[in-house]
């Protein structure tokens, strides 16, 4: 063997934001996509088969019948069992081995031909899998906070990401990039402004406030406050453990929550789930529908999460060409950090408390 | 280093079917398809170049020309021999070094700059060749029972399989799946009736034969007793070391044996060298000659191993996702088991010694 | 987990020609190469950032922001610095950040949000970086020979090779291979006649020179000597360390020096950077000019290139599926040996001092 190299730097080498937190809920794919036939869904490598019974309901079950190991979600559904395509061997949705073909025993003894299985929830227009399976969930989905007020409407939008869940949120969340990455759609990078942020650390959640900043430009900003007048902005970027990364807007009646649900497929895959929850009032008394306002700012949202998408290919195939990431960060890095550190201890088991008042720091940025 | 998550169930590693049974022979091609030029093949990651030298016998020599690696299977064969595309280094059949153009001095000196070759045999229309190179074979190749036999007509089919030889060969002869996997070309998964099954565990062989069975269905029921009347149906499937799975059929007069010799290219990769042996004397007598049947049976066969292809192309890819294999059988998984033990007995150097009479097991299932 | 199996050689593991030789110069793109935009090249896996300052002088980083990771190959070129795009973070051309779009502080303080820089060198047509970041090289890159005199008109030629630095210099400089890869291109397989050859070894260059040898064949030989008459050929093949693989021929006024500059892209990737020097006094002077004959010859240099290429491809894939290299080598595998010799010294960082004679060794080949 040739010795090493000696004055080149070592590559970086497994250092990875890729958090493994499967004590929690993931979205495993909108309601809609989820019909007769079952769905192979990922999550952190592990491959999971979701179908829905007849009778409705969702269900998941490890993607890999026991006797011959082929993926189930390759099969059928029976009624409110799933049937492998190779032998015709059934499990329910509790992983219970059902039916074996062609054997003229029991087929239903002991545990040895069982299938692991997951919970499943569906709500707000998604179905929703606990990552571990064979366990009762201590906790709840994340429910969309505005779903229930019929004032707003929703719309929703799955993308793939190719990086890591935290690179994903860091990205959703992070304000500088935008003047450079979406110049000319959202910031622009010419005379820039000192603006005042608020960090709040809760137990589960991390949250950023942005003070004094101008309506955003562009068509977003046109649509939130069509006059263009003096309103204040409230603008709060959120990241809630374990995979939601919250936008929320308000300018005057004008208000957008675009709350993000990131699925960890790998380490560096993340499938996105967006649901944007709007209201213009202003707008959709005077001059169009809701409908027509969200359809017409559809291709600009796709166009930003596409530049999105293309950083974090690059920034991925780096990090692995390197064989690990090695950031430097600061200040203005508000939230990536903040998510990290949540990701970690929920990884840990080492979730934090609840606690009544978060902890706060304040910071300035230009933008 | 992230904590592993502590409440999903390890992933399987290393259990694997993937037998490396190096000391015996294996198809390498078709005899019609080793002309002039050479054949890349590779047995279980070996590359291995067999070429036909002018007096029309196989031979085969490691695929990597000593003096600068360059697979010898892209030159050309010269008489006797084999020569390197690169700088002309040629081979005789035993790997010995017979022309290094340019050189001054003596080309044949010392073992050097030979390459390791492996037996080989022509029978049967395959070529065969042993997969352990520079030894002389104890055992010779397996023969096709009823080639000798001219009332028989014989067709050929080579096809790549996506799954170790042993997923393969428990394909090939597993009798439950076919309701599921061939469902409406072979078995029906409808009524079904309880038939009993004998498994022979002989030293170098296992062998499962099927009591009660009714006519199979479709076409191939069809050929083999056309008047559809109460033959006695005789089913046999075998497996014999190292390579041959076989599945016999006689009804009344009609018969065929169809071998298939699988050569493990890789851990997980399987070509099958399939030769079917067919007699029947009723149907050719009075309406067709045997090869107008085998021509109309063709698409029907191909089909079967296109669903079996895809459905082992399944199986791998989801044992190498999850790193292993996990199986559970039951009784009726007659074969796969027992092949298992006999390719890893040999695997081991220990085969048995030939016995006088089988061990033999009974169980019942449904069909 | 199953015994290995007994009587198959053990496949080559671990060894390799690719040798890291990272205190030297290596050509990271032709000058005509390098415009606006920044481009990434890859020295032995170390992915670099190559951009042209608004002054025109070359610079180059490591191509990795050490923000978040994001190539900076990726951005723009702003006067003097390289800007990542994803948040338009700034570099110099020694690596040190100049801005941070956003950041209400101060930009430039300590290391940490440096990037490691590399030593640059523009001359001769080529762009050249030293392969180790933040040293200041002890030596210069090499330089074209003939550049300087104006009797000769060199033509660039860029190419990729899928093998080692090693493979492709050895490959450039073997004279044996021609008669069988490049067979009726270069010299025949025919008739073949005893030269000389005399090997030299300098402290960081090896050269080996024939005697006696004919004009060269084919179209090459009818352009160098067009009368076809009793020229001497003088023919030199050499290495000089960390790159340089050079072909010369003079018969009698007509001379070509052919140097490749060759990168290691990584340990079996290899960008070759042609030059060749031309002087043909006696057909310039009599039939059409230089450019005129160098267009002709070129289409023949670049299939023999293209037959090199797909020579080390084959010879490359077969070294990497067996795990290493194993070489069986004569005494007319001149300087492949020598050339291994003297990047294994360079790797360990124990080249030779130079001495004043080289020592020389006498061989014959038959050619």
Redesign the interface.
């Known amino acids: ?9 070592p590559p970086t080498k ?1 250092v ?1 934001s ?6 929690d809920w993931y979205v495993a794919c909108e309601s809609t996509a989820l019909g007769s036939k079952p769905l192979a869904v990922t999550f ?4 999971i088969a979701v179908f829905r019974r007849a009778d409705g309901t969702p269900a998941a079950v490890l ?2 019948c ?6 189930l979600s ?1 099969g059928k559904v029976r009624g409110p069992n799933i049937e ?5 061997w059934q499990f329910d949705g509790d992983g219970r081995c059902k039916a ?6 029991e087929v239903d003894k002991g545990t ?2 069982n299938v ?1 299985a997951f919970a499943t929830r569906e709500h707000d227009g998604w179905v929703w899998v606990y ?3 064979d ?1 009762t969930p201590e906790r709840d989905p994340y429910r969309l906070p505005l779903r229930d007020d019929d004032r707003y409407t929703t719309v929703y939008q799955a993308l793939d990401m190719a990086g890591s869940l935290h ?1 994903t949120a860091e990205n959703a969340l992070d ?3 935008t ?3 979406h110049s000319g759609l959202f910031r622009e ?1 010419g005379e ?1 402004q ?1 603006i005042d942020v608020e960090m709040r650390r809760h137990h589960d959640m991390v949250e950023a406030e942005y003070f004094g900043e101008q309506r955003p430009e562009g068509l977003l900003g046109k649509v939130l406050a069509p006059g263009g007048g003096d309103f204040e902005v409230r603008h709060v970027d959120r990241f809630i453990l374990p995979c939601i990364a919250q936008v929320e807007y308000q300018l005057g009646e004008g208000h957008i929550i675009a709350t993000t649900a990131l699925t960890p497929i790998s380490d560096y895959e993340t499938r996105l789930f967006g649901a944007a929850e709007f209201r213009f009032p202003y707008l959709s008394a005077r001059f169009m529908p809701t409908k027509t306002i969200v359809n017409a700012l559809k291709p600009l949202a796709l166009k930003v999460l596409g530049q999105d998408a293309a ?1 974090l290919k ?2 991925t ?3 692995q ?2 064989g690990g ?9 508000v939230l990536g950090p903040e998510i990290l550190r949540l990701l ?1 201890q929920a ?3 080492a979730r934090r408390p609840p606690r009544e008042r978060p902890e706060t720091k304040r910071l ?4």
Do not use: W
């Not at 063997?1 to 730097?9: A, H, I, T, Y």
């Not at 952190?44 to 491959?47: E, F, Q, S």
């Not at 074996?100 to 025993?105: A, K, R, V």
């Not at 990431?325 to 890095?333: L, R």
């Open positions: 063997m040739p010795l090493e190299p000696r004055l080149v730097p497994g990875s890729a958090a493994k937190v499967l004590d952190l490598g592990t491959p993607d890999r026991p006797h011959r190991n082929v993926p390759m492998c395509g190779y032998h015709g074996i073909p062609g054997l003229c025993g040895g031909r692991p990552a571990t399976p366990v690179a304000v500088p990039h003047a450079f990455l990078d820039r000192q950083a690059k920034q195939r780096n990090v060409r390197f990431e090695q950031y430097v960060s600061t200040e203005i890095d970690r990884e840990r088991g300035q940025m230009l933008v």
